[in-house]
């Protein structure tokens, strides 16, 4: 298996830009994450979806951001307008199961800068 | 809600000592433990779990112990090597909201 997909690796943007991430879970993982890591704050979690619904936003941070689970296999965060305070490296992560003790996996995360 | 405590921060070894990292958490109804590793520019990757119905798990060089009561568990890595260096989190499930926290992180340094 390939394992989480992010795309894009790297991401420069000018303040006040939009930004779109994308992931591309494990196939056949039910359960989808999006975190924040800064050297401040750790690794945030952000939103999780189980199944494509939404089902705990409480870590986004503000209504710059809102993320999407259109089908099984894809999910985008996007941040608009984005913020020089948003750069960090944001991972997507992919679990089996919606509940429960299920090994949950990483991407190798999106490194975002904005300028 | 559910807070994990991780210690050290940082830790130095000399190759081939063993490092002992060290985590606490706040819900008694957590049942599942993984610790991730991170190297420079990856994402976190997962080396080991327990879950809550075992008290030590073993792979190889490395060990996690659980202790339910006092709510706390450890990594134990032992021979450490070189490649070992990296940032080491752990984690525990939180039934309540149904998803992992995590510490804030250990920067193992493995001096050759």
């Known amino acids: 298996d390939a394992g989480v997909i992010q795309s894009p690796r790297h991401e420069v943007t000018e303040m006040g830009q939009e930004v779109t991430l994308r992931c591309k879970p494990i196939?056949?993982?039910?359960?989808l994450f999006w975190y924040r890591q800064t050297m401040m704050r750790g690794l945030e979690l952000l939103i999780y979806f189980n199944n494509n619904v939404p089902i705990d936003d409480s870590g986004m941070p503000e209504d710059r951001f809102s993320a999407k689970m259109p089908n099984a296999s894809f999910s985008t965060l996007k941040i608009q307008p984005s913020e020089p305070r948003d750069s960090a490296v944001y991972f997507c992560?992919?679990?089996?199961?919606?509940?429960?003790?299920?090994?949950?996996?990483f991407g190798p995360g999106t490194r975002l800068t904005v300028t | 809600g559910e807070n994990v405590e991780q210690h050290p921060s940082t830790l130095s070894v000399q190759e081939g000592d063993s490092a002992v990292i060290k985590c606490t958490y706040s819900?008694?109804?957590?049942?599942?433990f993984p610790w991730y590793k991170q190297e420079l520019g990856k994402g976190p990757q997962l080396i080991i779990d327990i879950r809550s119905n075992v008290g030590e798990k073993k792979d190889q060089r490395i060990a996690v112990t659980l202790n339910k009561t006092a709510k706390h568990f450890s990594l134990h890595i032992t021979e450490t090597q070189p490649e070992d260096s990296a940032v080491y989190f752990c984690a525990a499930f939180m039934e309540y909201g149904n998803k992992l926290v995590f510490g804030a992180g250990t920067i193992l340094r493995v001096k050759s």
């Open positions: 992560a992919s679990r089996t199961g919606t509940g429960g003790f299920y090994e949950q996996y």
């Open positions: 196939s056949g993982h039910n359960s």
């Open positions: 819900d008694s109804a957590s049942n599942y």
